[in-house]
């Protein structure tokens, strides 16, 4: 079953097109990757299904609702949630609280029941905790629950931040280049918890990746952006013999097919 | 010594405070409180009940500013509409102060709501300047709408009574006050650590994130406003009611400014960095006029300096806060009591 469909879709600013007739189906519970050199539109794609960003053209659709209608905090509800290639954690909240907000969107108390902090209230915090702690649990972070995120380094930031988007439990997950910056022990570490998230909890993983050891790895299905547009689409294998891609790719420097 | 805090369940977990120390620190605040005014001359109960309602203000906008991130010039023009609502609903409809002060900060909370709108489209110095346009505009009201508020006149506030006596004297106050700035602090950390709370902060920190994670930002941005300006207007009918006697002077773009400063010396973003910020804030000008009139024998040109080494000190003192701890007395107090968690092994 198709889960996410991107039909037609163009962005503009101004005169630079960042996204030309971009045409993309992701398979409910598939690993799915989208790769493209620096530029490509990779990162304005998601924000397209994000709804950060309005596209000039097309529409997209997510289990047959289409996202072009609906608010920007509405995706989240939808079951979308995601994280960024420039961490945007809450920095000076703890850990625990990054992830608590990831529950947001499945919380119901309001000023006065906050506020008064009475049995509703203090009953949802407390079973809304022992979800997320499950979550902390599953990423391995326990030691660091009551940690301001702005004090951790970069790659437990990362961590915390697919934290606080599974926290969100979606049914479609957005990773924007979860593995960059990372090293190679790190890397394992992320990729795995990846591959854990789609088999045992079923989610859809959409995501962008240099690391092209990793990509042919874990994924079902890899779609290639070039200047804006779409030059390869299939399975890793296929992508990788595909002349288009090799071509775009030849000179490009970090970018390699080098499996690990 | 303690190497850290375990505790077995989450409701343990999410309290408040955790240790013994904790709880007999808190023991001995409150002790102080009740037993304080007891021994208090007339001079302390003043100043106590000053610092008192300037902390429930001080909450009010650290609630908007120190936690959401929206910058407000507005506090001193949302404290007049608290004054003003209680005051001229007391004085004019004669109706118990027990049922204007709660009138009132729900008005100040629809005001500031309003005067938020533009916190969706603005942010940081715009928004400042949007604010500065609230306390403009209200300001203006207050001394033009003659037949409403008696425009530059003074506005003349019946003291409040209970049970046939009238709460006219400073110690009789000082328990109104107490009530209200514990009701608010209690609220304010309540609300810190549930959904809404957390809406706040994460929009402070990241709002494109937030937003993403499902925040409706219009709506908690104007939450922020409503729930921060009712307990500005909250410290404003309590200013109404505690002077009896108001005008719109004592509302000003100067007082939006202490205001700031307050939170900034006492700790952004910390509920009980607003109580020191205010308490600083208050005891700062006090000391240095008795300074200044012990001076006075030996330099009788110290009466004529008094107001301006007042202004001078008022600097100095921010400016060296935002030098050397940005983040104000609650960290410096967090600093000293993680010294001695550890004490005497804190190497
Ligand atoms: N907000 C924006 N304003 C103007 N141009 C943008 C904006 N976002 C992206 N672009 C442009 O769109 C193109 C694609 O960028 P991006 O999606 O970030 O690429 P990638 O993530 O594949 O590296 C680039 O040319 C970039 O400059
Ligand atoms: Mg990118």
């Known amino acids: ?260 | 010594m303690q190497s850290g805090i375990f505790h077995a369940s989450y409701q343990k977990d999410m309290a408040f405070r955790h240790t013994p120390a904790q709880f007999i620190r808190l023991g001995l605040v409150l002790a102080f409180a009740l037993i304080f005014p007891f021994l208090a001359n007339n001079y302390y109960l003043t100043l106590a009940n000053q610092i008192g309602v300037a902390a429930i203000g001080a909450i009010g906008l650290n609630l908007l500013t120190g936690f959401t991130g929206q910058i407000s010039l507005g506090q001193g023009a949302f404290m007049a509409v608290g004054a003003y609502s209680s005051g001229l609903m007391a004085a004019r409809l004669g109706l118990p102060w027990f049922v204007t002060i709660p009138l009132a900060c729900l008005i100040t909370a629809m005001v500031g709501a309003l005067f938020g709108v533009p916190s969706l489209r603005l942010k940081g110095l715009y928004l400042a300047i949007a604010t500065l346009a609230a306390q403009q505009i209200i300001e203006w009201l207050i001394t033009h709408w003659d037949a409403l508020t008696g425009g530059v006149e003074a506005l003349v506030v019946p003291a409040p009574t209970l049970f046939g006596s009238a709460i006219n004297t400073d110690f009789r106050f000082y328990w109104i006050i107490l009530i209200c700035l514990i009701g608010t602090t209690l609220f304010a950390s309540n609300l810190l650590r549930s959904k809404v709370g957390r809406a706040f902060v994460a929009i402070r920190d990241q709002d494109i994130a937030a937003e993403v994670m499902g925040v409706n930002l219009f709506r908690y941005k104007l939450t922020a406003f409503a729930v921060s300006s009712f307990f500005v207007g909250l410290s404003g009918a309590l200013t109404a009611h505690y002077r009896t006697i108001i005008s719109w002077e004592r509302f000003t773009l100067e007082t939006s400014i202490l205001f700031l400063a307050m939170i900034i010396i006492g700790g952004l973003g910390s509920i009980s960095g607003s109580i020191y910020g205010a308490a600083f804030m208050t005891l700062l000008p006090a000391i240095l006029s008795n300074l200044g009139r012990g001076l006075e024998d030996f330099v009788p040109a110290m009466a004529r300096l008094i107001p301006f080494l007042q202004q001078a000190a008022f600097g100095l003192v921010i400016i060296l806060f935002l030098i050397f701890e940005p983040e104000g007395i609650a960290k410096l107090w967090r600093d000293v009591k993680d010294y001695f968690r550890l004490w005497p092994f804190s190497y």
């Open chain 1, 1 to 260: 079953m198709i889960q996410l469909a991107v039909e037609e879709v163009t962005l503009q600013f101004g005169g630079v097109v960042a996204l030309r007739d971009v045409n993309l189906q992701v398979e409910q519970g598939a690993i799915h990757a989208i790769i493209g050199p620096n530029g490509a539109g990779k990162t304005s794609l998601l924000n397209c299904i994000s709804r950060l960003y309005h596209p000039t053209q097309g529409r997209i659709f997510f289990e047959g609702r289409d996202l072009t209608t609906f608010h920007p905090h509405k995706i989240a509800e939808l079951g979308i949630a995601r994280s960024f290639q420039n961490i945007e954690l809450f920095r000076g909240m703890t850990v625990l609280d990054n992830l608590m907000l990831g529950r947001h969107v499945h919380l119901r108390s309001g000023v006065l029941s906050g506020g008064f902090y009475w049995g509703k209230s203090q009953r949802e915090e407390i079973a809304h905790r022992a979800i997320v702690e499950d979550i902390i649990d599953f990423l391995e972070i326990e030691a660091i629950r009551k940690k301001t995120v702005g004090t951790l380094a970069y790659g437990l930031q990362k961590r915390v931040e697919l934290g606080r988007a599974l926290a969100l439990e979606p049914r479609l997950l957005l990773l924007d280049e979860p593995m960059a910056g990372m090293n190679v022990e790190e890397k394992e570490d992320m990729a795995r918890f990846i591959l854990d998230i789609n088999e045992e909890r079923g989610i859809t993983v959409a995501l962008i990746e240099h690391d092209m050891g990793v990509v042919m790895d874990i994924s079902d299905e890899v779609t290639v952006l070039d200047f804006g547009q779409i030059i390869g689409q299939g399975t890793p294998e296929e992508v990788r013999s595909d002349p288009n891609v090799i071509s775009a790719y030849l000179g490009e420097q970090e970018v390699t097919f080098r499996p690990i």
